[in-house]
Nanobody
Framework: QVQLVESGGGLVQAGGSLKLSCAAS????????MGWYRQAPGKQRDVVAT???????IYADSVKGRFTISRDNAKNTVYLQMNNLKPEDTAVYYC????????WGQGTQVTVSS
């Protein structure tokens, strides 16, 4: 069973950058698809970005060109580099891992002020 711990959230002004990290414990990290969802107050949880075990990346249209997902299998960590942040990016960001089932992290708050 994979366990996930996110870090890197915070408060940033519009146009700024943040880098989220998600450290995974457990075996076979490299075999998991990894990614990020986010949930704004009063809204559903939406996918932001995914990176497969082979390194293929998929992004939501709203973040394409601004966010970059990457993974370091040697460190059992997945990252989300967020540039040119907008107030509408404000949300709790959740890391997830998927192989046979999905595992969620506890979430990290990202707040973008205008």
């Amino acid at each position: 069973q994979v366990q996930l711990v996110e870090s890197g959230g915070g408060l940033v002004q519009a146009g700024g950058s943040l880098k989220l990290s998600c450290a995974a414990s457990g075996s076979d990290f490299s075999l998991n698809a990894m990614g990020w969802y986010r949930q704004a107050p009063g809204k559903q949880r939406d996918v932001v970005a995914t990176i497969t075990s082979s390194g293929r990346t998929i992004y939501a249209d709203s973040v394409k060109g601004r966010f970059t997902i990457s993974r370091d299998n040697a460190k059992n960590t997945v990252y989300l580099q967020m540039n040119n942040l907008k107030p509408e990016d404000t949300a709790v960001y959740y890391c997830y891992a998927f192989r046979y089932s999905i595992t969620w992290g506890q979430g990290t708050q990202v707040t973008v002020s205008s």
